[in-house]
């Protein structure tokens, strides 16, 4: 589904990502891990087609074609969905006006009918038993004066609404009590299909108990250092990235 | 962001899509401003002595004044004497639609405003104004059942001059400004509304109406009067033509309320806003103002300002009767090359009297925008109370916006709060919305509307739904 090949990229004059590949299929639950400041939102924004960071080397091939070419609103379109480290607040748009035009914008470039406001309502209703979320936070402007939680579980609840092919969360567990992880770990599993993948960005254990990653990957300066399994999230609690820093130099 | 900026040049050639002249034959008073050419009008409409006298003391005045020059705003100067002040369709005064010119129809067809549909549009009437002259009315009797008299400003002059004599200046004296001087001498026409005591008129009344002659100057005049215990709301809707000549439109507009009446006044106006290069444009100069002269009268003005290449306008309120409240909502939006300096008036004169503005600004392109509001609080006015919300937001990086607030207070237990904010719209919040599958356009359209939120929620449903198409319409190009 995603390839991800000697991707380079950087901000300014300053090279971030410095070679990443990565193949993620359909189905499967990739979990990226690393220090502050490797680059782990920076991968993110880039599979989503954030204009700030200049890839300069590379591709990143979607179901076969490289999007690197493609604009972000087309990427979504194709089922690139990413939950913002720190989503933004859009003062004045109604969160549920706002879903209803993704869900249209998305649904027209696929060919389906965009659907009526009754229709929509009826469609939420319909996700809401799924992830659990309130109407109140459903009725106010997007994003503005939740909570942190109250914002990452929006950014989850949108992801179940549009249904994307490809979700990056980026952090999506950070900043979150207990019952609101739990609540987050249970929509994404409920969400998790064969045909669907999952790039989870965390730097936490925590979230892993629940949604049990197939791979674990760390990223390190801009490179993936080391990937294993489920496992490796552990190991990694236990011994810090400076294990996996110096086993790298050592390796290379 | 760079990447955003060369969009903007690229893609801010919006057209305007209501760029177009009918022809069909009218009657046109050659340029030029004389007294004689007072007379003509006069003549022409058919007016009573007293109104000739009136027009002629206006004239007189208004060569006494100077242009006035403290607006934030620059154009070259406008020559009185090549403007031509009376232009009408030659049919008019028709009963059915049935008779009017099928290429004016075909005009508003275009505009989307159907007449046809128009009378369906469950409880809008439309007073549709051609140039100088009312060409058709409708709904005229549905209002007649319950007093309501709704008219063409110039038959109010003839059918009922001891209301015209009563109410007309009473608000906005000729002496009040240059502009509404030189409208009180030659104006041409609009509307008249008069809601008699008790009654809460029916529906919304509204006035669509462009400017189609060649160089011909606009001074339309609307006087709307509720009585005691009266409601209501009057819309008006303005789109013009494509034209180089810069245009002159100078209109004044009084509002009356009396003891617990009640008048909501909603302005969308969509003139021709000149080229990607500034050339064209309305000149919009406009004195627009209401008096709660009663106890606990109600008087709102909302206005969404997207069009003219100059607006210069202050919808104004003077808060006479004990506990009477007045409210100010507004949109400007400036795009490309237009100018705005836009605000208000609120003068607190009775006790326990309460005001409240709520200003948008929205700049792209190379617009400028500035929000000049004056709020004052005279001695008497015990208890006052005055809240203003000025907000600015800017699209790009050639544009601009100010903000000019005036305060004088006189009496010390009056209540200010005032705030005001300037933001960008940011490259985080349209990556936001891109993300979700929304386009950079859409995204734009979306925020904006969200920003004006406040104020686009208090015109009637289904004009707040136009309003945001334009807002969207207008800001088509300003980000990539
Ligand atoms: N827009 C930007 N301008 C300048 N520097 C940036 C920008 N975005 C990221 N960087 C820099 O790139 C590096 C990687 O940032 P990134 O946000 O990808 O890290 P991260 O791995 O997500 O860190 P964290 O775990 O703290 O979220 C950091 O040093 C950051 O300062
Ligand atoms: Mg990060």
């Given at each position: 589904?995603?390839?991800i090949?000697?991707?380079?990229?950087?901000?300014?004059?300053?090279?971030i990502?410095?070679?990443?590949?990565?193949?993620?299929?359909?189905?499967?639950?990739h979990?990226?891990?690393?220090?502050?400041?490797?680059?782990?939102?920076?991968?993110?924004?880039?599979?989503?087609?954030?204009e700030?960071?200049v890839?300069?080397?590379?591709?990143?091939l979607?179901?076969?074609?490289?999007?690197?070419?493609?604009?972000?609103?087309?990427?979504?379109?194709?089922?690139?969905?990413?939950?913002?480290?720190?989503?933004?607040?859009?003062?004045?748009?109604?969160?549920?006006?706002?879903?209803?035009?993704?869900?249209?914008?998305?649904?027209?470039?696929?060919?389906?009918?965009?659907?009526?406001?009754?229709?929509?309502?009826?469609?939420?209703?319909?996700?809401?038993?799924?992830?659990?979320?309130?109407?109140?936070?459903?009725?106010?402007?997007?994003?503005?004066g939740?909570?942190?939680?109250?914002?990452?579980?929006?950014?989850?609840?949108?992801m179940?609404?549009?249904?994307?092919?490809?979700c990056?969360?980026?952090e999506?567990?950070?900043?979150?009590?207990?019952?609101?992880?739990?609540?987050?770990?249970?929509?994404v599993?409920?969400?998790?299909?064969?045909?669907?993948?999952?790039?989870?960005?965390?730097?936490y254990q925590?979230?892993?108990?629940?949604?049990?990653?197939?791979?674990?990957?760390?990223?390190?300066?801009?490179?993936l250092v080391?990937?294993?399994?489920?496992?490796?999230a552990?190991?990694?609690?236990?011994?810090g990235?400076?294990?996996?820093?110096?086993?790298?130099?050592?390796?290379? | 962001?760079?990447n955003?900026?060369?969009?903007?040049?690229?893609l801010?050639?919006?057209?305007?899509?209501?760029?177009?002249?009918?022809?069909?034959?009218?009657?046109?008073?050659?340029?030029?401003?004389?007294?004689?050419?007072?007379?003509?009008?006069?003549?022409?409409?058919?007016?009573?002595?007293?109104?000739?006298?009136?027009?002629?003391?206006?004239?007189?005045?208004?060569?006494?004044?100077?242009?006035?020059?403290?607006?934030?705003?620059?154009?070259?100067?406008?020559?009185?004497?090549?403007?031509?002040?009376?232009?009408?369709?030659?049919k008019?005064?028709?009963?059915?639609?049935d008779?009017?010119?099928?290429?004016?129809?075909?005009?508003?067809?275009?505009?989307?405003i159907?007449?046809?549909?128009?009378?369906?549009?469950?409880?809008?009437?439309?007073?549709?104004?051609?140039?100088?002259?009312?060409?058709?009315?409708?709904?005229?009797?549905?209002?007649?059942?319950?007093?309501?008299?709704?008219?063409?400003?110039?038959?109010?002059?003839?059918?009922?001059?001891?209301?015209?004599?009563?109410?007309?200046?009473?608000?906005?004296?000729?002496?009040?400004?240059?502009?509404?001087?030189?409208?009180?001498?030659?104006?041409?026409d609009?509307?008249?509304?008069?809601?008699?005591?008790?009654?809460?008129?029916?529906?919304?009344?509204?006035?669509?109406?462009?400017?189609?002659?060649?160089?011909t100057?606009?001074?339309?005049?609307?006087?709307?009067?509720?009585?005691?215990?009266?409601?209501?709301?009057?819309?008006?809707?303005?789109?013009?033509?494509?034209?180089?000549?810069?245009?002159?439109?100078?209109?004044?507009?009084?509002?009356?309320?009396l003891?617990?009446?009640?008048?909501?006044?909603?302005?969308?106006?969509?003139?021709?806003?000149?080229?990607?290069?500034?050339?064209?444009?309305?000149?919009?100069?406009?004195?627009?103002?209401?008096?709660?002269?009663g106890?606990?009268?109600?008087?709102?003005?909302?206005?969404?300002?997207?069009?003219?290449?100059?607006?210069?306008?202050?919808?104004?309120?003077?808060?006479l009767?004990?506990?009477?409240?007045?409210?100010?909502?507004?949109?400007?939006?400036?795009?490309?090359?237009?100018?705005?300096?836009?605000?208000?008036?609120?003068?607190?004169?009775?006790?326990?009297?309460?005001?409240?503005?709520?200003?948008?600004?929205?700049?792209?392109?190379?617009?400028q925008?500035?929000?000049?509001?004056?709020?004052?609080?005279?001695?008497?006015?015990?208890?006052?109370?005055?809240?203003?919300?000025?907000?600015?937001?800017?699209?790009?990086?050639?544009?601009?916006?100010?903000?000019?607030?005036?305060?004088?207070?006189?009496?010390?237990?009056?209540?200010?709060?005032?705030?005001?904010?300037?933001?960008?719209?940011?490259?985080?919040?349209?990556?936001y919305?891109?993300?979700?599958?929304?386009?950079?356009?859409?995204?734009?359209?979306?925020?904006?509307?969200g920003?004006?939120?406040?104020?686009?929620?208090?015109?009637?449903?289904?004009?707040?739904?136009?309003?945001?198409k334009?807002?969207s319409?207008?800001?088509?190009?300003?980000?990539?």
């Open positions: 589904m995603l390839e090949r000697n991707l380079h990229a950087r901000v300014d004059d300053r090279e990502l410095k070679g990443i590949n990565l193949v993620v299929n359909p189905g499967e639950v979990s990226i891990m690393g220090p502050n400041g490797s680059g782990k939102s920076t991968l993110a924004q880039v599979l989503a087609g954030r700030t960071y890839v300069t080397e590379g591709e990143v979607l179901d076969g074609d490289n999007i690197l070419e493609i604009e972000p609103e087309e990427r979504a379109c194709r089922g690139i969905f990413m939950a913002f480290q720190y989503p933004v607040e859009i003062p004045g748009v109604a969160n549920t006006y706002f879903l209803r035009m993704a869900l249209n914008s998305i649904r027209k470039y696929n060919g389906l009918k965009e659907l009526k406001p009754v229709e929509f309502v009826k469609y939420v209703k319909e996700k809401m038993k799924i992830i659990r979320t309130s109407d109140d936070l459903l009725k106010r402007s997007v994003n503005e939740f909570s942190g939680g109250e914002k990452k579980r929006n950014e989850i609840f949108q179940a609404l549009l249904e994307p092919k490809l990056v969360l980026d999506t567990d950070s900043g979150l009590d207990i019952d609101a992880l739990k609540l987050v770990a249970d929509g599993n409920a969400m998790r299909s064969p045909e669907r993948a999952f790039i989870i960005i965390t730097h925590r979230l892993l108990n629940y949604v049990v990653p197939d791979f674990v990957h760390v990223l390190v300066d801009g490179k080391k990937s294993g399994g489920k496992e490796l552990l190991e990694l609690e236990e011994k990235y400076s294990w996996v820093e110096n086993s790298s130099q050592s390796a290379a | 962001m760079s955003t900026d060369v969009r903007v040049e690229e801010a050639e919006q057209e305007y899509k209501y760029g177009f002249v009918t022809d069909i034959e009218s009657e046109t008073l050659p340029p030029g401003l004389n007294e004689d050419v007072i007379r003509q009008i006069s003549a022409k409409k058919n007016e009573p002595e007293f109104m000739l006298k009136w027009r002629l003391k206006a004239y007189r005045h208004w060569l006494t004044l100077k242009e006035p020059e403290w607006g934030n705003i620059r154009y070259p100067r406008i020559d009185y004497q090549g403007i031509s002040y009376f232009s009408a369709p030659k008019t005064g028709l009963e059915s639609l008779e009017v010119d099928p290429e004016l129809l075909e005009t508003y067809e275009k505009l989307g159907p007449l046809e549909e128009q009378k369906m549009l469950a409880g809008v009437a439309v007073d549709a104004v051609f140039d100088s002259v009312s060409v058709v009315t409708t709904f005229k009797e549905t209002l007649a059942e319950v007093g309501v008299i709704f008219c063409p400003f110039s038959e109010a002059v003839q059918k009922y001059p001891e209301l015209i004599k009563k109410y007309m200046f009473s608000v906005v004296p000729y002496t009040d400004n240059y502009f509404a001087a030189l409208n009180s001498a030659v104006f041409t609009r509307s008249f509304c008069l809601v008699p005591k008790g009654v809460r008129c029916p529906m919304e009344l509204s006035t669509y109406f462009r400017i189609n002659e060649k160089n100057g606009q001074f339309e005049r609307t006087l709307i009067i509720a009585e005691e215990g009266a409601y209501v709301s009057y819309l008006e809707g303005c789109t013009a033509p494509m034209r180089d000549e810069n245009q002159l439109h100078a209109a004044v507009v009084e509002l009356v309320a003891d617990d009446a009640t008048i909501k006044y909603s302005t969308i106006q969509n003139w021709y806003p000149g080229d990607k290069n500034g050339k064209g444009g309305i000149y919009n100069f406009v004195t627009k103002r209401g008096k709660c002269a106890r606990n009268s109600h008087i709102s003005w909302t206005q969404v300002e997207t069009g003219s290449a100059i607006t210069w306008k202050y919808p104004g309120c003077i808060l009767g004990d506990g009477s409240v007045g409210e100010f909502y507004s949109v400007a939006l400036t795009n490309n090359w237009q100018q705005a300096d836009t605000g208000t008036k609120m003068i607190h004169i009775g006790k326990n009297t309460r005001s409240n503005i709520v200003s948008k600004g929205i700049s792209a392109g190379h617009g925008n500035t929000y000049r509001g004056m709020v004052k609080i005279l001695k008497g006015a015990q208890g006052a109370r005055n809240y203003t919300q000025c907000d600015s937001m800017l699209i790009g990086e050639d544009c601009s916006a100010h903000t000019f607030p005036y305060i004088e207070v006189k009496n010390s237990s009056a209540q200010m709060e005032h705030e005001a904010s300037t933001s960008k719209i940011g490259e985080d919040q349209i990556f919305c891109k993300q979700r599958g929304i386009s950079a356009e859409d995204a734009v359209s979306l925020i904006v509307n920003f004006c939120k406040e104020v686009l929620s208090e015109l009637p449903m289904e004009f707040a739904i136009e309003a945001q334009l807002l319409i207008s800001l088509e190009g300003s980000v990539g």
